[in-house]
């Protein structure tokens, strides 16, 4: 599975952006699909995740209320619609997955559980 992220870019804090990620190499609508994000001298950290069959979302607590993750399974794309956002989302995000079909193995916020990495799209949020 390839992924590409895309959809970064400079907004001001309180402004959106939708990031986009799209697959190729494998259909992605048997598997979970996560966002996690990484900001310069810090550890990549879990931003939201969505069980294969799409009705199940995790959201880390910073951005509950926020961010919406979801799918288009026509379009092979994941999406993370951000909303109000903070200078402290500043990081690149990485979109990823496991490739695991039907897996639910519950620990969506691990990096440890995810094979497979788009490139990351950088997000930055002026104060």
């Known amino acids: 599975v390839q992924l590409q992220a895309s959809g970064g870019g400079l907004v001001q804090a309180g402004g959106s952006l939708r990031l986009s990620c799209a697959a190729s190499?494998?259909?992605?609508?048997?598997?979970?699909m996560g966002w996690f994000r990484q900001a310069p001298g810090k550890e990549r950290e879990f931003v939201a995740a969505m069980n294969w069959s799409g009705l199940s979302t995790y959201y880390t607590d910073s951005v509950k209320g926020r961010f919406t993750i979801s799918r288009d399974n026509a379009k092979n794309t994941v999406y993370l619609q951000m909303n109000s956002l903070k200078p402290e989302d500043t990081a690149v995000y990485f979109c990823a997955t496991n490739a695991r079909a039907y897996w639910s193995g519950g620990y969506y916020y691990s990096r440890d559980e995810y094979d497979y990495w788009g490139q990351g799209t950088l997000v930055t949020v002026s104060s």
């Open positions: 190499g494998s259909t992605i609508s048997k598997y979970v």
